[in-house]
């Protein structure tokens, strides 16, 4: 049956070893959640989130409310539910973005080379200069709290690690045999760059975006937590974590289960990506 | 190419870069807000329309992109920063009250962070595959992976419950006097004059704050160490020295020092990531650096201040980028020749 052959593999590398195992896992946890989340909304929460006083103020996790409930009696646990695909969604976006973007510029100034190449390097020498974080923080700013202007002015900074690996392997295959009898049989510029760069670019690119993407979790909940993502009483990571840390003597658990959550997502993803790495690198030696 | 080239390279080099960043912060930022009145004054150019004006005068905002943007470089090397109207003083000023609490903090964490991560790698090195090697892995993995207010928090919650030994908040108790300012940095200045309980009062109070910093960042360092040892505990300079009936201690501690090399080029990004952690540390710590000042900025609309502060997190990671690169030259001789 060839057409479970990439699902096969696809098994063979997330079961590679424990670590991919539990990465895995997690990840599958936080995008199922978040895309259940998105379709279901606060219906499918055991509280709504908004809702006040589901509970006695302050409660520390019990049965009734796993994580507890809030200054106000919110239910944590569901607001943390409900922040879920804000997190997703930005994270997914930025590095997809970044990965086409970023990924498709670095192939074309690998291959063309000369002063597109010498521009291109000189830009994203100019990015890696400025904090991703910082430079979201001023663009947020301008354009007012939001995930989707997050979203956005993260994607605009996010590109350029993309456009290096791409570009350093894009040198590399530029004069590779396969590239040159393209070129002689009269395939286009474009095409070139798209079919024999891009793609055979693809695999390297997965296991960075794999690992990026907790970057970016931690970066979005950054801007989340100094207020930047949502207002009050919409309920997100970052800014859960920045509401409750006062309270971090008295219910340590209303601060430290989302800023956990976090941990454990990003953790997740690097488990995942490191893994995975580790998978292709030894298929490779074999 | 001989030294003094290839130290005027890299110097045009950092100063093209920084020539960039300006460029990049003020055209996204300027392309951005439809209305830069308003990104400028927030609401109150709505109220106040001769405050408007008059921002419109200094700012230049009527002109065209090209020559705001000559205003503002213009602006930048006559050492006017803009007025930061969150702090109510120059800009210029507001960095240069903050920005030493700041740089004490970020060489108290890289300290930390070389001191942790170089023993963690050494460690992993020489016990990989141990119990020790997967636990330091796990620990790292979890700070890296841990968003720097949470390691705050729970820092703060350990030491004000558990161990109350350190403080958690601000920079000095208020009964402190502070040391005339000689470096301006706090820290050195008390050494310096020999002011002790000024001296032991702020670094007690850099701490905690430096250490969340670098338990979140160690593993940077550990993780590279570890690898490169790895690989050098196989080459041929190694065998030599185990035919020869080297110890095996003395064995890893020659592959350490020729691991060297590696921690040097992740200088720039570990001072990249402290940075940016410094800002949760600082506002939960309530330490009163640049990372405190660019947030109140930053929520109070004061795009000037904010400008300015990218600038400045930009000119620290190029200088620290060229000290890297000096370093580098002189520790691998090679690099200069290439």
Known sequence: MKMWQPLKSFWRLITYNLETKVGFSIVALFVLTSIIEAIGGYRILPYNPLKTFVGKPFSPPSVLHPFGTTKLGRDLFSMIIAGAPN??????????????????????????????????????????????????????????????????????????????????EALRLANMPFVASAKLSGISGPRIVLRHIFVPVLSTLLVYATLDIGT??????????????????????????????????????????????????????????????????AERGR | MNPLTFFLRRLVTALVTLFGVTLITFTLTHLISSNPLVAWLGKSAS??????????????????????????????????????????????????????????????????????????????????????????????????????????????????????????????????????????????????????????????????????????????????????????????FIRAARARGVSENKVYFYAFKNSLVAVITLLAITVNFTLVADIFVENIFAYPGVGQYVVQAALSLDYPAVLAITLVYAIIIVTANFIADLLYAVVDPRIRYE
């Open chain 1, 216 to 281: 970016v979790v931690l970066t979005y909940s950054g801007l989340s937590y100094l207020g930047l993502a949502v207002r009050p009483p919409y309920p997100d990571w970052g800014y859960l974590v920045a509401q409750y840390q006062e309270y971090i003597i008295y219910a340590p658990w209303l601060s430290l289960i989302p800023a956990g959550v976090i941990m454990v997502v990003a953790a997740g993803f690097s488990l995942l990506g490191d893994g995975i790495r580790g998978a292709i690198q």
């Open chain 1, 87 to 168: 997190d997703a969604l930005v994270s997914f976006f930025v590095v997809g973005f970044s990965f086409s973007v970023g990924g498709l510029l670095g192939a074309a100034a690998g291959y063309v080379g000369g002063i597109l190449d010498e521009l291109l390097m000189r830009i994203t020498d100019t990015f890696f200069a400025i904090p991703a974080l910082i430079l979201g923080m001023a663009i947020a700013m301008i354009l007012g709290p939001s995930p989707y202007h997050l979203m956005f002015a993260l994607a605009i900074i996010w590109w350029p690690p993309y456009a290096r690996l791409t570009r350093s």
């Open chain 2, 47 to 236: 109220i106040d329309p001769q405050l408007a004006q008059i921002y419109i005068k200094i700012y230049h905002l009527k002109s065209p992109l090209y020559l705001q943007y000559f205003y503002y470089i213009d602006g930048l090397l006559h050492a006017d920063w803009g007025f930061s109207f969150s702090k109510g003083e120059p800009v210029a000023q507001a960095v240069s009250q903050t920005l030493p609490y700041t740089i004490q903090l970020v060489i108290l964490s890289l300290l930390f962070t070389i001191i942790l991560g170089v023993a963690g790698g050494i460690l992993s090195a020489r016990f990989h595959g141990s119990i020790l090697d997967k636990t330091i892995r796990t620990l790292y993995i979890l700070g890296y992976a841990s968003p720097a207010f949470f390691i705050a928090l729970v820092l703060i919650l350990v030491f004000s419950l558990f161990l109350p030994v350190l403080p958690t908040g601000g920079a000095a108790p208020v009964g402190v006097t502070l040391p005339k300012p000689i470096t301006h940095i706090p820290l050195l200045d008390a050494l310096i004059e020999g002011d002790w309980t000024a001296f032991s009062s702020l670094l007690r109070h850099a701490i905690l704050p430096s250490l969340a910093l670098s338990l979140g960042l160690f593993g940077v360092v550990t993780r590279v160490l570890r690898s490169s040892i790895l690989e050098l505990i196989n080459s041929n």
